[in-house]
Nanobody
Framework: QIQLVQSGGGLVQAGGSLRLSCAAS????????MGWIRQVLGKEHEFVAA????????YYDDSVKGRFIITRDNAEDTVYLQMNSLKPKDTDVYYC???????????????????WGQGSQVTVSE
């Protein structure tokens, strides 16, 4: 069993930066595709970013491309999301996820069968 514990997030003004961290315990997540998904209560979840198990390939939603950077440190079993040039529309609860499937589509594949963090509130003010 894998536990994902998130840290970071908070309140920032538009144009500012925040960094989210997601640390795994219980088992290494180095073979897993790791991702960040955001969701506000009552709305569908939205893919934000994902990174391959090697860290060599990153995937981004068009809305965050060029502003957010996803990285991972397999030695530390941690994945990060650096969020720059934040906008009010980025306000949401952000979840990290870990998925172990060989043919997974990182943009749409994270689901109920995967491991999820507890969520981090990100609020961007005008």
């Amino acid at each position: 069993q894998i536990q994902l514990v998130q840290s970071g997030g908070g309140l920032v003004q538009a144009g500012g930066s925040l960094r989210l961290s997601c640390a795994a315990s219980g088992r290494t997540v180095s073979p897993y595709t790791m991702g960040w998904i955001r969701q506000v209560l009552g709305k569908e979840h939205e893919f934000v970013a994902a990174v391959s198990w090697t860290g060599a390939t990153a995937y981004y939603d068009d809305s965050v491309k060029g502003r957010f950077i996803i990285t991972r440190d397999n030695a530390e079993d941690t994945v990060y999301l650096q969020m720059n040039s934040l906008k009010p529309k980025d306000t949401d609860v952000y979840y990290c996820a870990a998925a172990l499937r060989a043919t997974m589509d990182p943009y749409t594949g994270f689901g109920a069968d995967d491991f999820w963090g507890q969520g981090s509130q990100v609020t961007v003010s005008e």
